[in-house]
């Protein structure tokens, strides 16, 4: 009998040892840490707003807000499990656990937390901090769409430190985490403002589209923190710190990620492939951009009106420098486009002057040497290079191999070519455009004057 009752007492007991009793020592020890706890607004239940999202979230002591809130469920990664103590307190919240070792993570987290959504009460409501990052609170980033999915209504969260000196703030070049809690623990008090907003009911627009949801909530936010929006995400901070293990300044990797990856269907390796080719060429760079002479030294080409022109329309800021935002649109936009087969098959003609299917050194440095005003010397590098298999000739499989890996050469080429269409066009004078116009209606006249005789 005792058996059958348990299943039926045992979660309101959970429930009261969590809203209760852990809350009250969760208030005991940011208390005991110095924290004046400062709550505006009212929550709302689980069932009028099943998710809780807050922002800004910019350290570890943001956990402050789960306090506040009642200890609901949180979503956290398989690893904080592990951390003493904290992990157990972790495992309190029923958490919707993430792993990136898992590649259905992502999936299986998002019905996890639709579930419980949508569970009309059952589960407690479920708190996610949706800039996925912390940040120095000065904006907002992009909000990622894991709370918006299910489509129910969001109740938005903020949270201040309005303290003279900021102790708190954890971002990837500032304190480290021991550093800010010997900061924090080492002032008089520090104040923390919890802020529950109205509930924000998605219209049936914002149902179907979770990235317009998230960015309106966002706007509601941003607008009452009187702070600006921006479209960095956490892909980003994965692109700055990538950049400063390639040696370039970390801020280098800032592109707006979803912003392009979206207008551009890229994915983050394919960005991060590309941030390890513009390394290659700006990690001696000041600054981390490339000028218009890196920009030849990378090509292995002098600097030629091509190469100007090309240069230019990477250059979409008109500064005299390519920074990594514009090298990766210039790459996808430009170049990729420009890398068909076809163009191919016309540049490896141009360049194959016997018609016997493959080019040789003297073929190549010809042609070369014409266009472009490269050297003998500085081509051979460049032809050992597209020569994989050392063979002493090109074949078309090899040049469209190395096309493939250098797409900027395919654009290099079709803009030469487009040069030489409007220089031709360029020499052909007025006068002389006049003179043909004038041969050309003589002639006509004599045609029909001809055939007049021969009526």
């Known amino acids: 009998m005792l058996m059958k009752c348990m299943p039926a007492f045992l979660p309101t007991i959970y429930r009261f040892m969590c809203k209760r009793l852990m809350a009250a020592l969760g208030r005991a020890y940011y208390f005991s840490m110095g924290f ?22 910019s350290t570890f002591f943001d956990g402050i807000a789960c306090i506040v809130s009642g200890l609901p469920s949180t979503v956290s990664r398989v690893e904080n499990l592990a951390t003493p103590i904290f992990g157990r307190f972790i495992r309190c919240l029923q958490p ?18 639709e579930s419980r959504a949508k569970s009309e009460g059952q589960w407690p409501q479920v708190l996610i901090f949706p800039e996925g990052t912390c940040t120095n609170r000065s904006c907002l980033i992009t909000f990622k769409q894991g709370a918006f999915i299910p489509g129910v209504p969001v109740q938005p969260v903020l949270i201040r430190y309005p303290n003279k000196l900021d102790t708190v703030t954890w971002t990837w070049q500032g304190f480290s985490s021991k550093m800010l809690l010997l900061l924090t623990l080492c002032q008089l008090y520090t104040t923390v403002e919890v802020e529950f907003l109205p509930p924000h009911l998605p219209t049936e627009d914002e149902k179907k589209s979770p990235a317009l949801f998230a960015s ?24 700055m710190i990538s950049a400063g293990e390639l040696t370039l300044p970390m801020e280098a990797g800032l592109v707006e990620f979803t912003k392009i990856s979206r207008k551009l ?15 290659s060429m700006a990690s001696s760079c000041k600054g981390g951009r490339i000028t218009i002479e890196e920009f030849a030294r990378m090509l292995k080409l002098p600097v030629n009106p091509a190469l100007e022109e090309l240069f230019a329309l990477f250059d979409r800021n008109e500064d005299g420098t390519i920074d990594f935002r514009e090298y990766v649109i210039g790459v996808t936009i430009l170049c990729r486009p420009a890398n068909t087969e076809d163009v191919l098959q016309m540049a490896f003609r141009l360049f ?25 010397l500085n081509m051979a590098k460049l032809f050992k290079e597209i020569d994989a298999d050392s063979s002493g000739f090109v074949t078309f499989n090899e040049f469209q191999a190395y096309a493939s890996n250098h797409p900027e050469y395919a654009k290099l080429f079709t803009t030469y070519l487009e040069l030489q269409r409007y220089q031709a066009i360029q020499e052909a004078m007025p006068g002389d455009l006049e003179l043909a116009g004038q041969c050309s209606s003589m ?13």
């Open 36 to 57: 004046r706890v400062v709550v505006k607004g009212k929550q709302v239940s689980s069932i009028e707003a099943p998710i809780l999202a807050v922002a800004p979230h």
């Open 96 to 113: 919707v656990l993430v792993s990136r070792k898992d590649p259905d993570s992502r999936k299986n987290t998002i019905l996890a937390i």
């Open 216 to 239: 309106r909530v966002r706007d509601a936010m941003a607008k009452v923190l009187g702070v600006p929006v921006t479209d960095h995400t956490y892909e980003d901070c994965r692109l």
């Open 265 to 279: 269907n890229l994915k983050w390796d394919s960005v991060k492939k590309e941030l390890e080719g513009f390394a």
């Open 352 to 376: 194959d002057t016997d018609e016997d299917g493959k080019i040789t050194l003297d073929e190549f440095n010809a042609l070369l040497r014409s266009a472009l005003g490269v050297s003998d």
């Open 443 to 455: 002639q006509t006249t004599e045609d029909s004057s001809s055939d007049k005789k021969d009526d």
